[in-house]
């Protein structure tokens, strides 16, 4: 537990006024923050679009076995990759794995469309350095008072801090990660990852039904309207689950748990919990926080795959409740 819970509490820095003052940030130059830009905005819109496209081709049609189990396969594959592999394996080392197993990780991660796995890490890892304060890549409270203030933090949290010029540098926050050559190649191989999350769903609704009708359904549900439901899924971690919810333990940040996003983003969502504890591999510390992600790190541990798995101590739940 010690080890990683220094990587939710790296609390030394200082708080500047501006980015560039900040250990491991600096601002992009200007083709970077373009082409940047230009991909936030494709991975924002396209999904979007998908889901749009499919509401509107297939009103009053029912949602068939085959695309509905599309949809929810590549649901659940894509929210492991991302809660399982991104959040608590690769960002926090909450638990270790064999290479075969990290490598599923990154790629049913990348599947999910939300940027590289180094990426992803370094931009978590300093979310967790700052969170809430300065600094913080994506926090709900840092836009202004009032309502105003608050609903242009939500919108920031969820989707605006993708077209921030920031660039958050890894060899400060993730240097053990860059250490993995492996890890560096599925990183680099991004974009086949994202194409194989639409290809497998596409491939999959052509054979199952064998009509293209079939296949195009399956592009469409399995791919971009998952992409679509995932993206925001995961977002409202950032957004709603700093904002909406219970604060049971001491957190130095606006962490709040809270039972919907938790449900749908596997556990996640009970991110005050996370943040008091974020080198845990359980999420979900009461009997009653469906935590599926937690269930999945269980399994694997049952099954000799996962080892090293840190949870807090019943004393580290009473003392962080009480000093709440
Ligand atoms: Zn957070
Ligand atoms: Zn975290």
Not at 272 to 291: K, T, V, Y
């Amino acid at each position: 537990m010690s080890e990683v819970t220094k990587l939710g509490s790296q609390a030394k820095f200082k708080t500047p006024s501006k980015p560039s003052d900040f250990p491991g940030i600096a601002m992009a130059s200007l083709p970077a923050q373009k082409f940047e830009r230009t991909v936030a905005l494709t991975v924002v819109i396209m999904p979007f679009l998908g889901f749009l496209a499919a509401i509107i081709l297939f009103w009053g049609y029912a949602l068939g076995p085959v695309e509905l189990g599309l949809l929810i396969g590549m649901y659940a594959a894509t929210i492991i990759g991302i809660g399982v592999g991104f959040h608590r394996h690769f960002s926090h080392r909450a638990f270790k794995t064999n290479r075969v197993v990290r490598v599923i990780l990154a790629v049913l991660g990348s599947m999910a469309a939300q940027g590289p796995v180094l990426f992803w890490a370094a931009i978590h890892r300093r979310h967790h350095a700052y969170s809430d304060q300065s600094g913080d890549p994506h926090s709900p409270h840092l836009h202004g008072k009032g309502i105003s203030g608050l609903l242009r933090g939500l919108w920031h949290a969820h989707t605006g801090w993708l077209f921030v010029h920031e660039v958050t540098d890894w060899t400060h926050y993730i240097p053990d990660l860059l250490r993995d050559t492996l890890l560096f190649k599925v990183n680099r191989l991004y974009f086949a990852w994202v194409f194989l999350g639409l290809l497998i769903p596409t491939v999959l609704g052509g054979i199952l039904t064998g009509t293209w009708v079939g296949t195009l359904q399956g592009f469409l549900w399995g791919g971009l309207v998952r992409t679509f439901l995932v993206h925001h899924t995961t977002w409202s971690v950032n957004s709603i689950t700093h904002v909406c919810g219970t604060h049971p333990f001491h957190s130095r940040d606006q962490s709040r748990n809270n039972f919907l996003i938790a449900l749908l983003a596997f556990g996640e969502g009970w991110h005050n919990n996370h943040h008091a504890f974020p080198g845990s591999a359980r999420h979900g510390l009461e009997w009653w926080q469906i935590d599926w992600n937690g269930c999945v790190i269980r399994i694997l541990e049952r099954i000799g795959l996962a080892w090293d798995v840190k949870v807090p101590t019943v004393r580290m739940l009473v003392e962080s409740r009480r000093s709440r």
